[in-house]
DNA sequence: TTATTTTAAGACAAAATAGTCTTAAATAAA
DNA sequence: TTTATTTAAGACTATTTTGTCTTAAAATAA
């Protein structure tokens, strides 16, 4: 798996926010409409607010919202806010002294690869994902059910 | 983490196999140059027989080698053996009614991505592999030490 | 103030992955 | 035949990841 669980949901509740304006939105809605567990993804979501990428506030009418910084944040932020950045930084075969000097048979090549899915995940801001994603109406959820309107 | 810790056993095992000749190697000396654990690695080592990509004998001068296929084979194929085809199969957040009628976000580069993915572990065979690693002295293991003679 | 709603925090459990250990079976050599 | 060497198989443990549950703290409104 490219990504873990934490990490895909952590994203999609990010994409999730990116469509809302600047209001809070309770993790209870995103949980609820994205279908993922409510305490787990509580968790997921105090580190992105511990990050800086999101705001919470407690009480009624309380919930989380981006950040002015998540909101011109890239899915590549999130990631490695959740993954860590080993992804990016690693050996393919996690070789520790795997350099050019000495490399593993996939070094040359993974350099290219890893490149190409920083890339992927780097090219578009969560602003501009919203935007796309209110006229293509990108799927977020299993169900295909969420509205971007 | 792209590859589990399984599959990256079974693919530096595979390339120490591919630098030999058709005898067969113990899975003692692979866990002790490669520094893995015996009977971990001899589970991997299982499936990747059980697959026809290598072949076992019991006993004393007994051991492990690369099939005919094996040697055929790329880095890929031993991926997919051990961690299965999803990583080029399914969407990059995991929606299973992700596809072009309906994409998620991230689904035209993830198709992209993908392949690149599977192109750097398919261009090479193992065969292929052993002959730039006896020019080029590949590392695969922490410890650099391997001899591809 | 009191009750309600929300996130924060942390204990706990379940499942998946990684790793260890013991015994069985096959083979070869003494 | 007996012993030694090797893979096969499976029970068992440890660690990490994923998920659940309870309580605390903050904020609001009645």
Redesign the interface.
């Known amino acids: 798996?490219?990504?873990s669980?934490s990490c895909?949901y952590g994203?999609?509740a990010s994409?999730y926010l990116s469509a809302k304006q600047d209001e809070y939105i309770s993790i209870r809605e995103i949980s609820e409409k994205l279908d993922i567990s409510f305490h787990f993804l509580t968790k997921i979501l105090q580190q992105l607010t511990a990050d800086g990428l999101m705001e919470s506030y407690k009480g009624p009418n309380g919930g989380i919202r981006l950040s002015p910084k998540g909101r011109k944040a890239t899915?590549l932020d999130i990631v490695i806010a959740i993954d860590g950045p080993?992804?990016f930084t690693q050996c393919?075969?996690?070789?520790?002294?795997?350099g050019s000097e000495?490399?593993?048979?996939?070094h040359e090549?993974?350099l290219?690869?890893r490149t190409?899915?920083s890339n992927?995940?780097e090219?578009t801001s969560l602003e501009e994902?919203a935007k796309?994603?209110k006229q293509?109406r990108?799927?977020?959820?299993?169900?295909?059910t969420f509205n971007w309107s």
């Open positions: 798996m490219l990504l669980k895909v994203l999609r994409l899915l080993e992804l393919a075969l996690g070789l520790p002294g795997c000495d490399p593993c048979p996939l090549s993974w290219g690869t190409a899915i992927m995940l090219k994902i796309e994603g293509n990108f799927r977020i959820s299993a169900g295909g």
